[in-house]
C-alpha cells in the first residue's frame, strides 16, 4: 500500500515563499517518477511539476516555470515543491501524486495521490 503525506502549506502574502514537503510511504519510491498537481474549485486538477526517480529529470508546468523548484531525497522517501515568488493565482490545493503509468502531464496516469495541502496566496 502506498501512502503519500503532504505538509507545508499555509497562508503567504504575495511575493513570499513555501516548501511543500510529500513524503511517501510503501515500495518502490526510490523508483518512481513523482508528481505535483494543483486544484481549485470548480476547475480540474492540473499539472505542477515532476521529477523522475533520480531527479535528473524535471519537468514544470508553463505557469511555474522559474518559480518552483521540485526535488527529491529517495533517502528520506520524501519530495519537495519549493515555491517562491508567489502570486495570487497560485492558491491552490496542492497535491502529490505517484505511481505514473503514462505521460506526468495526465492526472489520469497517476495511480496515487496524497489527501493534499492548502496554499493561500494573499495581494
Known amino acids: 500500500q502506498v501512502q503519500l503525506v503532504e505538509s507545508g502549506g499555509g497562508l503567504v502574502q504575495a511575493g513570499g515563499s513555501l516548501r511543500l514537503d510529500c513524503v511517501v510511504s510503501?515500495?518502490?519510491?526510490?523508483?518512481?517518477?513523482m508528481g505535483w498537481y494543483r486544484q481549485v474549485p470548480a476547475k480540474e486538477r492540473e499539472f505542477v511539476a515532476a521529477?523522475?526517480?533520480?531527479?535528473?529529470?524535471?519537468y514544470y508546468a508553463d505557469s511555474v516555470k522559474g518559480r518552483f523548484t521540485v526535488s527529491r531525497d529517495n533517502d528520506k522517501n520524501t519530495v519537495y515543491l519549493q515555491m517562491d515568488n508567489l502570486k495570487v493565482e497560485d492558491t491552490a490545493i496542492y497535491f502529490c501524486?505517484?505511481?505514473?503509468?503514462?505521460?506526468?502531464?495526465?492526472?489520469?496516469?497517476?495511480?496515487?495521490w496524497g489527501q493534499g495541502t492548502q496554499v493561500t496566496i494573499s495581494s
Open positions: 521529477i523522475n526517480w533520480n531527479g535528473a529529470y524535471t
Open positions: 510503501g515500495p518502490a519510491f526510490s523508483t518512481s517518477t
Open positions: 501524486a505517484a505511481g505514473a503509468r503514462g505521460h506526468y502531464g495526465d492526472v489520469a496516469s497517476w495511480a496515487f
